[in-house]
């Protein structure tokens, strides 16, 4: 039987409520039993005392005993009958100084021991805190409240008084009391109470449990509507207690989960567009090889070597930038993975500044584009993996170079940044980026109408790389000037 958090935590709840009540209403009858032990001991401490005075007066006007000979068995059976018909809550008893019993007025087969422990006694006649219970003689392991006194003829000591102070009548009559009125109004006020107790106990549990309610419901519908949830907002100013910050923490994780399945719905669109961008950049050239290769094969009879040589250059060409299309987008594939991580070394950004310049000075003369570089004295040395960063500000370069017009400019600067960065800056004279397209620039190639490409693998590489250094790269808007993008490295 599968139960819920509220009804296991009610079950729970009424079984405690019912061993607290029984045990309440244990102790409540038992210190009841004790108090009134303590109050009838406490009244009677001088029964046995002045039972005592009464025997040795007796003794003395008894002509049938000898003074110092004690009382007779026969007078003390009278005595003891009288004070017990006077008194039936008491039973008397004589003991001996080892605490033997040689008196008593128990009818035939009511005494169960014959020997007193004297050591409750003692502590009775010490004034010891009440109540003190000793044995009782009629009964095995039974202890009850007594009154005792020492027995005295003249100045020797021959023995004790034991006044049992609840008798066996008063014992028989107490239980039917109880039985009838006390225990009953007991357990009917002990009854009342529980039920009370039990319904301001539910009433609680489901005030407690409410927002565990509301976070229940909030998981199904993560788990059936996670592009629709919408989370309960949490209370703010009220109490700060374990569920209400279960409440707030999950609410927060909720939301966590919502932006990273948008991010992840984002990457996925993403992700589809630079399959589709790529399939379309391969189809281009790929169709030309064919196309050439095929003109080939079908003319090659009528063909002059002049234009064979033309039909295979062109080829060639378009096989060359298929390779460098797969090449770009094996290394973007090991950058996404993980397989590659950076390793770090400090060197001089002016040195490889310059290295990236040797690259593109031929094709920016071709294009008439002057290559410029702003660096402070000293140059600046910074911390990373030189290979990554060289295919950043290549990436970067081609990118500048390719959509510079003629006559334009293509330049780097490097500053320091705050915290230890150092801050590097490729500004270009092109026409920059739209803005409708510059939230998307660094998650997949856009292309625009006609030849000009704004982003695409090289881009994503360069961001990749930039990730992996703890550093983004991103798109700086300036006046007068084209694209400009800016990233930091940090300081060796």
């Not at 009464?54 to 009958?81: E, K, W």
Request: aromatic fraction near 4%; include cysteine; charged fraction near 20%.
């Amino acid at each position: 039987m599968n139960l819920t958090l509220s009804q296991r935590l009610s079950l729970v709840f009424c079984f405690l409520l019912l061993v607290c009540c029984g045990a309440s209403a244990w102790l409540q009858i038992r210190a009841n039993i004790m108090h009134e032990k303590e109050v009838v001991q406490g009244l009677s401490r001088g029964l046995a005392r002045s039972i005592a005075l009464d025997a040795q007066l007796m003794q003395a006007d008894d002509d049938s005993t000898a003074p110092g000979d004690g009382l007779g068995p026969a007078a003390v059976r009278r005595l003891f009958n009288k004070l017990m018909s006077v008194n039936p809550s008491v039973e008397v008893y004589l003991l001996d100084n080892d605490g033997r019993i040689v008196g008593h007025a128990a009818p035939a087969g009511h005494l169960k021991r014959d020997h007193v422990d004297l050591a409750p006694i003692r502590r009775l006649l010490n004034n010891e805190p009440l109540p003190i219970q000793g044995d009782d003689p009629r009964s095995d392991r039974g202890r009850k409240v007594f009154s005792a006194a020492v027995l005295r003829s003249g100045e020797q000591k021959i023995g004790y008084i034991y006044v049992i102070l609840q008798s066996e009548e008063h014992d028989r009559l107490a239980a039917r009391a109880t039985a009838s009125s006390v225990l009953r109004t007991t357990l009917w006020s002990m009854a009342v109470v529980a039920a009370l107790v039990l319904v301001a106990g539910l009433i609680a549990f489901r005030l407690i449990t409410r927002p565990l309610h509301r976070l229940t419901t909030t998981m199904q519908q993560l788990d059936t509507k996670a592009d629709q949830l919408v989370l309960p907002a949490p209370q703010r100013g009220g109490p700060r207690d374990e569920i209400a910050i279960l409440e707030q923490s999950f609410s927060d994780m909720g939301a966590r989960i919502n932006e990273q399945w948008k991010t992840m719905r984002q990457l996925d669109h993403d992700r589809r567009e630079v399959v589709a961008n790529i399939s379309h950049d391969l189809r281009t050239p790929l169709g030309s090889i064919h196309g050439y290769l095929e003109t080939l094969s079908l003319k090659d009879e009528t063909l002059s070597a002049e234009e064979r040589q033309r039909y295979l250059g062109i080829a060639l060409a378009q096989s060359q930038k298929v390779g460098r299309l797969a090449q770009a987008l094996f290394e973007l594939a090991r950058l996404e993975h993980g397989s590659v991580q950076p390793e770090l070394e400090p060197f001089s950004l002016s040195d490889l500044i310059q290295d990236v310049f040797q690259k593109f000075e031929l094709q920016a003369q071709e294009r008439g584009i002057r290559l410029m570089a702003t660096l402070p004295h000293p140059a600046p040395m910074v911390r990373a993996d030189l290979g990554m960063i060289e295919r950043v500000l290549t990436n970067l370069f081609d990118n500048a170079v390719r959509h510079t017009p003629y006559g334009g400019e293509v330049e780097i600067t490097v500053q320091p940044a705050l915290a230890g960065k150092v801050a590097v800056t490729v500004a270009d004279t092109g026409p920059g980026v739209p803005a409708s397209m510059r939230d998307s620039l660094f998650r997949r190639p856009i292309a625009l109408q006609g030849e000009y490409r704004v982003g695409g693998l090289g881009l994503l590489t360069v961001n990749r790389i930039l990730q992996l250094h703890r550093s983004k790269i991103a798109l700086v808007s300036e006046p007068e000037a084209g694209a400009v993008f800016r990233f930091t490295l940090d300081a060796a």
